[in-house]
Every structure is written in C-alpha cells, then in structure tokens.
C-alpha cells in the first residue's frame, strides 16, 4: 500500500542556506531510488527556516530501504539533521 511522508524541518539561525543547498541533492537520489514514487522539498516563503518535504512511497519497504541509503545517512541524516532545531514526520496511509 503506497504511503506518503511529510517532514516539517525548522533549520537553525545561520543554517537556512545549508539546509537550502543540500536539498535538491536529497531530492534528485530520492528520486533515482526503487519503490520512491515522488519526492518533493519546499521552503516556506514566510519564514526562510521553515522546510516541508513530501515523499510518496510504494510501501513500507521503499521507505525503510529510503531510510537505510548511503545517500540518505550522508545528506540527511549527517548532513541536514545537525543543522536543524526541529525535525517531525508524519507517515499517511494513501486512500
């Protein structure tokens, strides 16, 4: 069953450009990956620390295999998660 992620990520003052750089390179290897149907970043015009990123998955498989990619651990998880001050994500079931 496909499933859709949504990750609201706050960057640290100072880290807004960073986190803005290292974006579209998540994106585009998201996208390469098997079972990742759509994968999209956005900044918020408001407030230029404030991230939304939207994933769609086949299944549960594709997400964890998404999760456990050298891509991911390198640019997500090394290099954006530092700079962040808050990071959630809510995982929905496709109706």
């Not at 918020?44 to 991911?72: I, M, T």
């Amino acid at each position: 069953m496909p499933l859709v992620v949504i990750s609201d990520w706050l960057a640290d003052t100072g880290a807004e450009q960073q986190v803005a750089d290292l974006l579209p390179a998540l994106t585009e290897t998201a996208l390469t990956e098997p079972g990742v149907l759509s994968f999209r970043a956005v900044r918020s015009l408001r407030d230029g620390s404030a991230f939304v990123v939207f994933a769609e998955y086949e299944d549960e498989q594709a997400l964890v295999a998404h999760r456990e990619s050298a891509a991911y651990r390198r640019l997500a998880l090394a290099g954006i998660s530092p700079l962040l001050i808050d990071r959630q994500a809510e995982a929905y079931a496709v109706l």
